[in-house]
């Protein structure tokens, strides 16, 4: 939902800083890599109760996924490139609830394994959506320049780091936010369906 509105105020900074980095010989992947790295060790620190490490670690990781897309725009995008970014995002967020879950089970076990749930199955409307927008040629600008079609929606990747962001500074209320935030999941991937039934229905 928020997404939209940050891209003209995030994508000139940024493209500047990748335009550096890829003139001093930074790839595109390589700052993927280097974001999920960093996005694991902040998962590694919520295991072992170190939120505000972990809070400085999520924020980051999240610097270096939006300026993976500026070095390649500055350089050379590639097909593989937006599928290393989209899949290594996939995998940290769901490796943040994951090491809520494995901080403390007994609290957060039921909370966080309903909002894994939530995520793979807005995740699965995600990219269903856009593997059919792709083969019918539809293309959009609203989110930047993307590999793959990304389709909006009440809870994008803007709700979901300041969802991150508060659960490392209010851990102890993971439970609770987890539910809620589960809830907006589901409504997010249904509405996403819907919009499927309409645009994709022959």
């Known amino acids: 939902m928020l997404d939209r509105h940050l891209r003209p105020v995030i994508d000139p900074p940024l493209n500047q800083m990748g335009r550096v980095i890829a003139r001093n010989g930074g790839t ?3 700052v993927t890599l280097l974001g999920l790295a960093v996005g694991l060790g902040a998962a590694a620190c919520i295991v072992a109760g170190e939120f505000a490490l972990a809070l400085v670690l999520v924020l980051a990781s999240r610097l270096a996924d939006g300026l993976d897309g500026a070095v390649a725009r500055a350089s050379k ?21 994951a090491a809520f879950i494995l901080h403390d089970p007994g609290v ?17 409307t995600f990219l269903g959506f856009a593997l ?18 990304f389709t909006g929606g009440l809870l994008e990747g803007t709700e979901t780091i300041l969802f ?31 919009l499927a039934a309409k645009v994709f229905r022959d």
């Open 164 to 194: 991150f962001v508060l659960l490392c500074l209010l851990p102890q209320y993971f439970a609770p936010l987890a539910w809620v935030f589960a809830g907006l999941c589901f409504l997010t991937a249904f509405s996403r369906l819907l």
């Open 77 to 97: 995008p590639s097909d593989f490139g937006g599928y290393l970014d989209i899949t290594s995002d996939f995998l940290f967020y769901g490796a943040i609830p």
């Open 28 to 30: 595109a992947d390589g």
């Open 132 to 149: 059919l927008a792709e083969r019918r040629a539809m293309r959009s600008d609203a989110h930047g320049v993307k590999t793959l079609y």
């Open 108 to 124: 957060n076990g039921a909370a966080g394994a309903v909002l894994l749930v939530s995520f793979y199955f807005n995740g699965a």
